[in-house]
């Protein structure tokens, strides 16, 4: 029930369409009603903080503090025992009807996959996606990346999927299934940096302690929290992923999903 009800509070709550949605209500109450003050208001607002939101600094405000949150991996002569991807970077449908591998705007999560692989031959690789569309019954994004997962240079046979998760939870909860972590082991999490806080607060939550690899960063870095965008819709885009991921925080901790608000390394 709570996926459901995710996906449907957040098609409503995205940025990029509550805020034309408040601009074409406003029209709607000038055209049909007898309320133009009031219409003209909610049309104004709504078109005023569309460019505010979309050019302004806006949405790297509410990305920094996710990105900054656990710092990029740097590494050691530490073994490494196992790597978890998650997934969220391939289109499973477009993948296997092209016949090769397509990824989004988070791409390199799979191509830290590829790099980590080889840099720790010896390590268990674990890939971690199911499917995330509640409106029709996709291709599992863990299939389409076991069927061309050698365009990454790994044979299959040495990568683990986990095929069933749609939430960040399930992935850490199949995940901790699957490989039963002993104590002392050193396992990465792979994700995108801004989606890191969640992820971490996750696996603590199975009781599966990882080291946070945070790769796709969407800002440069705290100088950015005065960068203007080029474009309304790169800024739009950029503050709906934050925007998502601040209301997925939020929610996770008051349905206990993670023992804190913003998990910190």
Known sequence: MFYYLSKIVWFFATPSNLLPSIALLGIIIIAFTRFRKTGLTFASAGILLTFICGLLPVPNWVMLPLEQRFPTH????ASIDGIIVLGG?????ETMMRQQLNVNEAGERVIAMGDLARRYPNARIIFSGGGGNMVYKGVPEAKAVEAYSETLGIPASRIEFEGKSRTTRENAIYTREMVTPKQGERWLL??????????VGCFRKAGFNVIAYPVDFRTRGPQDSRR?????????????TGAKEW???IAYYFMGYTTELLPKP
């Open 247 to 249: 209301m997925g925080l």
């Open 228 to 240: 203007l965008s080029a474009f309304v819709s790169g800024g739009l885009r950029r503050l709906d």
């Open 89 to 93: 970077s391939v289109a499973g449908d």
């Open 190 to 199: 792979v994700t995108s940096a801004w989606h890191m806080p969640r992820s």
């Open 74 to 77: 740097q590494p050691t002569d």
